[in-house]
């Protein structure tokens, strides 16, 4: 196939404005780690439950994440002639997580508990495997969708354009196996950070966009609660 153009700015202009090729940006994002069995109700500490709140300290605070790479192990063979390579496996990853650490140390609390319940310190013994594993999402977001929320508030006529998820990364089996140093000290009022290293059994990336228009047919609702466990919810906003 070839173009009349291919070098066209113009061409490039309207194929960014379609939506789907408009170059990412890399702060709008969510992480959510599921609650590993082993901590029990009283891990989260007093006042934040295992519901929504925990959900939201996990995410707002997830000030960084570096999504691991995939790399291929291979081996090398030479009958005759010129030497050549082959597959022989994949490298295991890290998941790596730096949170913004809050003025309750929740962050600090909630990771040196999990880890504690591992392996203790105090005891030659560590945690069942599957009580100690758990699920991890992060999912990318992009601002301006064509999902649009339409609503009425005393004769007034209000438009929201929601965020779409359009990625998904999945860790399955994952666990922190590091928790940085947190450094304090005279100089400056610098923002604390706790570093968290995970490691995990596998990963599995899916983009959520999939049908036709789905960047450029408008989908309008009147009433969000009308629609929370609907699967067309679900495709265009990630919940």
């Not at 495997?129 to 990318?140: G, M, Q, S």
């Not at 007034?156 to 140093?181: C, D, H, I, S």
């Not at 009308?226 to 906003?237: E, G, R, Y």
Request: proline share 4%.
């Amino acid at each position: 196939m070839s173009y009349a153009a291919p070098n066209s700015f113009t061409q490039f202009k309207d194929l960014v404005a379609r939506g789907a090729w408009e170059p990412t940006r890399g702060n709008l994002y969510s992480v959510e780690i599921g609650f590993p069995a082993c901590l029990g109700s009283t891990a989260l500490g007093p006042g934040i439950p295992y519901d929504r709140e925990y959900y939201d300290a996990v995410s707002y605070f997830a000030d960084n994440v570096t999504v691991p790479s995939r790399n291929l192990t291979t081996g090398d063979t030479q009958n005759f002639g010129i030497q050549r390579s082959y597959v022989t496996g994949q490298t295991p990853n890290e998941l790596a997580i730096s949170f913004l650490v809050t003025k309750n140390l929740w962050h600090r609390r909630y990771f040196e508990t999990w880890m504690q319940s591992i392996a203790p310190d105090s005891e030659n013994r560590v945690c069942f495997y599957d009580d100690y594993i758990c699920d991890i999402l992060v999912r990318k977001w992009e601002r301006g969708s064509n999902f649009l929320v339409k609503s009425k508030v005393r004769g007034q006529e209000y438009e929201t354009r929601l965020n779409k998820a359009t990625g998904v990364w999945r860790f399955t089996g994952a666990y922190p196996f590091n928790m940085g140093t947190m450094n304090l000290g005279n100089q400056s009022s610098d923002i604390l950070r706790l570093d968290i290293q995970f490691k995990f059994e596998r990963y599995r990336f899916t983009t959520k966009e999939k049908i036709a228009g789905g960047w450029t047919n408008e989908k309008v609702i009147n009433n969000v609660d009308s629609v929370l466990d609907s699967n067309d919810f679900s495709t265009f906003v990630g919940v």
